[in-house]
Every structure is written in structure tokens, then in C-alpha cells.
């Protein structure tokens, strides 16, 4: 097959926080990190010039991981997972507390980088991008008699710009579109390049479990593999009718595409966000109204946190929306729309506390988060200034409930 004249590069940060820390931390390197303390947890330099950090094993609370490094990941301990949890398969791993603004300063040195080789990049978060390499010079060059050798010598270039950038190393990904090298991309982790055309697919892709697959999830992934379809080359093979039949119409195409390594998507250099959050979760669950003051100071400082971020980008929206995890893990969510966009901390905090009216609160809560969506710019005039002081909980309507 002639190589493609389109490529695709998805780009992937190795294990991006740890390795941020790790610059910090040189002398870490090789040991098992585990971010996602708090910042008492930070490591502190002795008289004598030796580093004491502190081990999972003493962590208490109900704190998860941000992130791990591979020796970690070695171990069993993964993103998402609760750190008391880690500590259980790693007590002995270093934990650090997470710093997001040096992550967000090495995410833009390394999007900077790379936009100076390609500059149509496709922003996916703090670590991750999609490239299209299809009009960069010499990326469809034959380099000796490898038909992609261009292509392999672009994304050598790019992978040495990010470290040169950074220090960091990243894993990419090279295929004729961004469902392929979004799996690509993970082949050969860490500090992996992976050029794959649609003739590898049966060698590479199909072999993989079919989660492989950006876009089936863990229910789509527990019902293919009840009805006998563990690998993406189980899928492959299956009838697009009878796909159809079991999934839709819209999700059964579209599976029986996936396993193909069929993608026309382009790479979108722009795009508007839905919605901007901010949540925490608490170190010991609270009760409504014994930690009502806790819980109103908790509340003002996200939703000052949330007006920052609005201003920041320069948007306001019209729906405000509260998120309350209770104890059980049960999830409640509350949202009103209002008549016109708002900004403001004192506004977000009024129309949450709207929101809370319409809960039941009957158990303790484990985590609190603060939502505003339908968003619009807020005007080529509007500063990134302050937010107004949010209202304490003393100065809010009367009317609100409990905090």
C-alpha cells in the first residue's frame, strides 16, 4: 500500500505530573511517586543536605491520585485510585502534593514547541494533543528505502523539541487519523514513537483488548465482552447487522468502523468550552449542620475560585449547577438557569445556594463541587480582574439552606 498522505500524530506526556516533580526532585528518579497529598506532605530538605519525604503509608484521608509514576504503576497504584487504597499496595512510595501551576507551565512550554514544528495542534488537556503532520515539510519523504521515513524523522524531531522545551519525555503516536493514534500512542509507553498504516492494523490493533478503543467505555466494554468480543479483532470480524442489532444503529456502526481503523475526524485547532467546574473532596465526610460554617467557607472559596476562572477566560454563563458526593458514594446534581449570564463569585454563590434548597440532606457529605455552563464571551472590554469577595455565609439570603 502507498503510505498515506494523511498523518495524524497524537502526542501523550509520560506520566506528566510525576515527571514534572521529578524535575524538581531529581533525586527521586526510578522510585515509586505517588502525587496527590496535601501540601504538608511535601517533601522538606534537612540540615545536613538529606531530603525526608513523606510515605504513603502515613497518609490518612480520603484523598485520591493525581498521578504515579511507572514504578508505581509497577505496584498497582494508578490514577483515580483512593491514596489509603495505594497505600495498601505501595506503602513505601514517596508522596508528593500536586502543583498545577507548574504543570500548566510545563503544558504550555510543551504545546510552544511543538507548535513551532506543526502548528495545527488540537489542544485535548494539560497533556495530551492531536497534530496534523499531513502538510509538514518532508513528513511524506521516502528517507533511504523507507517509504516512511519522513514521517518516523518529523516525529523524532517533534519527541527532542518537548525535551529540549521541557526535560520531559512524551510517548506519540503516528497513523492516518486520530482514533489510531490515539491507541498508537500508548503501544510503546513510555518515551514511545509508533508509526502505524492501515496494513499494520491486523498485527497491532486487532491483538488489543477492545477498551483499547478511545470511545468504548466500561459498560460497552462489559456487554462486547459478554457476547464474546474481547479484542479488537473480535470485533472486527463481527457482523455490522448484527453490531447494530445489539448496539444501534449510530454505536453499532460506529464500533464496527473503530475495529477497522476507520476515522474521518479532522484535527480542530479551536473549540469553546461547555462548561467550567471546580470540586473538592473533603479529608472526613460532614455533616450539614455541625460543619455548616466549614461548609459555607468551602463553598465561597469554589466559587471564587470559579469566578476566577471566568474572568481569566473572559466568559460568563447562565447556568449554575452544584455537585454533593455523600457518604456511599451516592451523587447528587442540582442546576438553574437563570435569566442572564453572571460572573460574579456573589452571583455563582446565590444561584448555588438555590440549588442546594432542592437536596435532601440526610448523610454526610464527601465532596462539593460548583458548576456554570451555557457559557458566552463576556466582551472584548471585559479584564481578567479580581472577582468581587464572595459573600460569607453570615451575609447570604436568610433563605439559603444550611450553609
Given at each position: 500500500?502507498?503510505?498515506?498522505?494523511?498523518?495524524?500524530?497524537?502526542?501523550?506526556?509520560?506520566?506528566?505530573?510525576?515527571?514534572?516533580?521529578?524535575?524538581?526532585?531529581?533525586?527521586?528518579?526510578?522510585?515509586?511517586?505517588?502525587?496527590?497529598?496535601?501540601?504538608?506532605?511535601?517533601?522538606?530538605?534537612?540540615?545536613?543536605?538529606?531530603?525526608?519525604?513523606?510515605?504513603?503509608?502515613?497518609?490518612?484521608?480520603?484523598?485520591?491520585?493525581?498521578?504515579?509514576?511507572?514504578?508505581?504503576?509497577?505496584?498497582?497504584?494508578?490514577?483515580?485510585?483512593?491514596?489509603?487504597?495505594?497505600?495498601?499496595?505501595?506503602?513505601?512510595?514517596?508522596?508528593?502534593?500536586?502543583?498545577f501551576d507548574a504543570y500548566r507551565k510545563y503544558s504550555r512550554l510543551f504545546k510552544a514547541a511543538v507548535a513551532e514544528l506543526a502548528p495545527v495542534i488540537e489542544d485535548r488537556g494539560i497533556d495530551?494533543?492531536?497534530?496534523?503532520?499531513s502538510e509538514v515539510p518532508g513528513v511524506h519523504d521516502t528517507v533511504g528505502h523507507d517509504p516512511l521515513g519522513g514521517v518516523k524523522a518529523v516525529a523524532r524531531e517533534l519527541k527532542n523539541s518537548?525535551?529540549?522545551?521541557?526535560?520531559?519525555?512524551?510517548?506519540?503516536?503516528?497513523?492516518?487519523?486520530?482514533?489510531?493514534?490515539?491507541?498508537?500512542?500508548?503501544?510503546?509507553?513510555?518515551?514511545?514513537?509508533?508509526?502505524?498504516?492501515?496494513?499494520?492494523?491486523?498485527?497491532?490493533?486487532?491483538?488489543?483488548?477492545?477498551?483499547?478503543?478511545?470511545?468504548?467505555?466500561?459498560?460497552?466494554?462489559?456487554?462486547?465482552?459478554?457476547?464474546?468480543?474481547?479484542?479488537?479483532?473480535?470485533?472486527?470480524?463481527?457482523?455490522?447487522?448484527?453490531?447494530?442489532?445489539?448496539?444501534?444503529?449510530?454505536?453499532?456502526?460506529?464500533?464496527?468502523?473503530?475495529?477497522?481503523?476507520?476515522?474521518?475526524?479532522?484535527?480542530?485547532?479551536?473549540?469553546?468550552?461547555?462548561?467550567?467546574?471546580?470540586?473538592?473532596?473533603?479529608?472526613?465526610?460532614?455533616?450539614?449542620?455541625?460543619?455548616?460554617?466549614?461548609?459555607?467557607?468551602?463553598?465561597?472559596?469554589?466559587?471564587?475560585?470559579?469566578?476566577?476562572?471566568?474572568?481569566?477566560?473572559?466568559?460568563?454563563?447562565?447556568?449554575?449547577?452544584?455537585?454533593?458526593?455523600?457518604?456511599?458514594?451516592?451523587?447528587?446534581?442540582?442546576?438553574?438557569?437563570?435569566?442572564?449570564?453572571?460572573?460574579?463569585?456573589?452571583?455563582?454563590?446565590?444561584?448555588?445556594?438555590?440549588?442546594?434548597?432542592?437536596?435532601?440532606?440526610?448523610?454526610?457529605?464527601?465532596?462539593?463541587?460548583?458548576?456554570?455552563?451555557?457559557?458566552?464571551?463576556?466582551?472584548?472590554?471585559?479584564?481578567?480582574?479580581?472577582?468581587?469577595?464572595?459573600?460569607?455565609?453570615?451575609?447570604?439570603?436568610?433563605?439559603?439552606?444550611?450553609?
Amino acid at each position: 500500500m502507498e503510505p498515506p498522505r494523511r498523518w495524524i500524530a497524537h502526542l501523550d506526556m509520560d506520566a506528566f505530573y510525576a515527571s514534572v516533580e521529578l524535575l524538581r526532585y531529581p533525586q527521586l528518579k526510578g522510585e515509586a511517586v505517588v502525587v496527590g497529598g496535601r501540601r504538608a506532605s511535601a517533601p522538606r530538605q534537612l540540615d545536613d543536605g538529606r531530603w525526608e519525604y513523606s510515605r504513603l503509608r502515613d497518609y490518612t484521608g480520603r484523598g485520591v491520585v493525581t498521578t504515579s509514576s511507572y514504578a508505581a504503576r509497577d505496584l498497582g497504584v494508578f490514577s483515580a485510585m483512593g491514596l489509603m487504597k495505594a497505600a495498601l499496595r505501595a506503602p513505601d512510595a514517596i508522596l508528593l502534593p500536586a502543583d498545577f501551576d507548574a504543570y500548566r507551565k510545563y503544558s504550555r512550554l510543551f504545546k510552544a514547541a511543538v507548535a513551532e514544528l506543526a502548528p495545527v495542534i488540537e489542544d485535548r488537556g494539560i497533556d495530551e494533543i492531536y497534530i496534523d503532520l499531513s502538510e509538514v515539510p518532508g513528513v511524506h519523504d521516502t528517507v533511504g528505502h523507507d517509504p516512511l521515513g519522513g514521517v518516523k524523522a518529523v516525529a523524532r524531531e517533534l519527541k527532542n523539541s518537548v525535551l529540549r522545551a521541557t526535560g520531559l519525555s512524551c510517548s506519540i503516536g503516528v497513523t492516518p487519523n486520530k482514533l489510531l493514534s490515539k491507541i498508537a500512542s500508548e503501544l510503546d509507553k513510555p518515551d514511545g514513537l509508533t508509526v502505524l498504516t492501515l496494513d499494520d492494523i491486523p498485527a497491532r490493533i486487532w491483538p488489543l483488548a477492545v477498551r483499547k478503543i478511545n470511545g468504548i467505555g466500561p459498560k460497552a466494554g462489559q456487554k462486547l465482552q459478554a457476547l464474546g468480543l474481547e479484542t479488537v479483532g473480535d470485533l472486527a470480524a463481527a457482523a455490522p447487522a448484527w453490531l447494530i442489532e445489539q448496539f444501534g444503529a449510530r454505536y453499532g456502526a460506529w464500533l464496527h468502523a473503530a475495529a477497522h481503523g476507520r476515522d474521518s475526524r479532522p484535527v480542530v485547532t479551536h473549540s469553546e468550552p461547555v462548561s467550567v467546574s471546580r470540586e473538592t473532596t473533603f479529608e472526613r465526610d460532614l455533616h450539614a449542620v455541625r460543619d455548616r460554617a466549614q461548609l459555607g467557607r468551602i463553598l465561597d472559596e469554589l466559587c471564587a475560585r470559579l469566578a476566577d476562572d471566568l474572568a481569566r477566560k473572559r466568559y460568563r454563563g447562565s447556568t449554575v449547577g452544584i455537585k454533593l458526593r455523600f457518604e456511599g458514594f451516592h451523587t447528587v446534581t442540582r442546576d438553574l438557569t437563570l435569566k442572564a449570564p453572571i460572573q460574579s463569585a456573589a452571583e455563582i454563590r446565590h444561584a448555588a445556594g438555590q440549588c442546594l434548597k432542592r437536596v435532601s440532606f440526610d448523610k454526610r457529605l464527601r465532596l462539593m463541587g460548583v458548576r456554570i455552563g451555557k457559557l458566552s464571551h463576556a466582551g472584548r472590554d471585559t479584564t481578567a480582574a479580581p472577582s468581587p469577595a464572595p459573600a460569607s455565609p453570615a451575609a447570604a439570603p436568610e433563605n439559603l439552606p444550611l450553609f
